[in-house]
C-alpha cells in the first residue's frame, strides 16, 4: 500500500482540500493511506487559525485523511522554507510516507525540481547575495537570480504562491519519498470563489465577518461555532510589542537587515495592528514577513524555540486505516509518536520545553474568539477518533 503525505493548513478545511485528497488516492490506488501534516493553532501568514486544531482534524478526516499529524508552531508560523522544512521531515520521520503530494499551480514537477536544484547551487547564491543590497524584498530578488539563471519562464514558477512553496519542499525531500503535483482547481490564492471553489482567504473573510451561509457551498460540512480572530487580541498584542526592548526584537525570525529596529519604532508609534505592519512595510520587508514577527513575539517565542528537528510526531487524530499506520509507525518511526498528551513526560527534555511551548500557544489561542476559552486544552485534549466507515 503506498502512503501519501499531504501537507496544510486547513483553515478552514474546504473542497478544494478534499478534492486533493480524492485525486491523490486516484493517482496512487483507492487504497492508499493518507497523512496530512497540519499546522496547529497559529499558521504561516502570522494570525491564528479559524478554528482550533482538533476541530479541522476532524473536518479532515472526514474529508478523506486517514492520520493527522501536528507541525508545531515554530514551524508552522514561519518562512516557506522553514515550514516545509519542519512538514517534510515529520512525513520522513514517520517511516511509512512514500510520496508526498501538493498543490501546484501548473501540476509540473520537472521545472520545479530545476528550480529547487538552482537553489541549492553556489551560483544561484552568489547572485542572491549580489541582489539583495539593492533593495528589493527577498522574494523579488530570489525570482531575479533564478531569472539570471533559468530564464524567466522557469523563474516565473516562485512568483506563484503553491508552486513557490512547492519548490522548498522538494528542497527538503529525501530521495524515498517521490514528488506528486496535483493541479490546483477552481479559486486562485486568494481569489474570489470560482466554479464552486473558493479559496481559504475568502472562506475566513466569511466566517469572521459572521456569514458562513456565504461559506457553506465551499466547505464539505456546515460550519458550527465560532471563528477566531486576531483581532480580538490586538491590544494584548501591542502592549507585548510595546514592552520589548530592541535586544527583544533582535531575537525573533528575519530580523536582520535593520528590521528589528523599524518594526521597534513602528510598535511605539502604531495605534493599531494595520497601523503597526503599514509603518514599518516598505519594498524590502513583506507584510507577512512582519506579521510572522509580531506573531511570534505576542507567543513569546524566540529563534531559539525553533529546534534543530521536531522532537516527536503528535497525533491530533486518526481514522481505522490511520489507526493501522499508527500500529506501522511503531516499529518504522524514527521519533517518538505523541498520542497521549502524559506521555510527553516520557519524552527528552527538548521534546518537553517544545511542549510546554506549544502549550502556551494554545492557552492564547483560547482569547483569539469573542468569548475566551480556558487555560489546559493542550494537556486535557486528546487526538480526535473518526467513526469507522461501513466497509472498512
Keep these: 500500500m503506498s502512503v501519501a503525505g499531504i501537507v496544510a493548513e486547513y483553515n478552514p478545511f474546504h473542497r478544494g482540500h478534499a478534492w486533493q485528497i480524492a485525486q491523490t488516492r486516484k493517482m496512487l490506488g483507492e487504497d492508499a493511506g493518507i497523512i496530512c501534516v497540519m499546522s496547529g493553532h497559529w499558521v504561516q501568514r502570522g494570525e491564528c487559525a479559524v478554528t482550533d486544531k482538533w476541530s479541522r482534524a476532524r473536518l479532515a478526516l472526514a474529508g478523506g485523511a486517514d492520520l493527522v499529524l501536528e507541525l508545531p508552531t515554530p514551524w508552522a508560523a514561519s518562512s516557506a522554507e522553514f515550514f516545509a522544512r519542519g512538514a517534510v521531515s515529520i512525513l520522513a520521520a514517520t517511516g ?91 479559486a486562485e490564492h486568494d481569489g474570489s470563489p470560482v466554479e464552486g471553489y473558493a479559496s481559504a482567504s475568502a472562506l475566513r473573510s466569511m466566517l469572521r465577518r459572521g456569514t458562513a451561509e456565504q461559506a457553506a457551498p465551499y466547505l464539505t460540512q456546515p460550519w458550527t461555532g465560532l471563528a477566531a480572530a486576531l483581532d480580538f487580541c490586538e491590544r494584548a498584542v501591542l502592549a507585548r510589542l510595546r514592552s520589548m526592548t530592541l535586544a527583544d526584537f533582535q531575537a525573533l525570525p528575519d530580523s536582520g ?44 517565542m524566540t ?18 486505516r490511520g489507526q493501522a499506520l499508527l500500529r506501522d509507525m511503531r516499529t518504522s518511526a524514527s521519533r517518538p509518536v505523541l498520542l497521549k498528551p502524559a506521555h510527553i513526560r516520557r519524552l527528552s527534555p527538548a521534546a518537553q520545553r517544545l511542549f510546554a511551548l506549544e502549550s502556551r500557544c494554545t492557552d492564547l489561542f483560547a482569547l483569539c474568539y469573542s468569548q475566551p476559552g480556558p487555560c489546559g486544552l493542550e494537556f486535557t485534549t486528546g487526538p480526535v477518533v473518526a467513526e469507522r466507515e461501513k466497509g472498512d
Aim: a positive charge.
Design 303 to 320: 529563534v531559539e524555540d525553533r529546534p534543530k528537528e521536531v522532537p516527536y510526531l503528535r497525533v491530533l487524530g486518526f481514522g481505522h
Design 257 to 300: 537587515e535593520g528590521l528589528a529596529a523599524r518594526l521597534q519604532r513602528a510598535a511605539q508609534a502604531g495605534r493599531s495592528l494595520e497601523e503597526v505592519y503599514t509603518l514599518a512595510k516598505t519594498k524590502r520587508y513583506a507584510h507577512a514577513r512582519l506579521r510572522r514577527m509580531v506573531l511570534w513575539a505576542f507567543l513569546g
Design 96 to 186: 511509512v510516507v512514500d510520496t508526498l503530494s501538493f498543490g501546484s499551480e501548473r501540476g509540473e514537477i520537472a521545472p520545479l525540481r530545476r528550480i529547487a536544484q538552482c537553489l541549492e547551487s553556489p551560483a544561484f547564491q552568489e547572485a542572491l547575495r549580489a541582489l539583495l543590497p539593492q533593495g528589493g524584498s527577498f522574494a523579488a530578488c530570489r525570482q531575479r537570480a533564478a531569472d539570471a539563471l533559468l530564464g524567466s519562464e522557469i523563474a516565473a514558477y516562485l512568483a506563484k504562491p503553491n508552486d513557490n512553496l512547492a519548490v522548498e519542499y522538494l528542497r527538503a525531500l529525501p530521495p524515498q519519498i517521490h514528488p506528486l503535483a496535483i493541479p490546483r482547481i477552481g
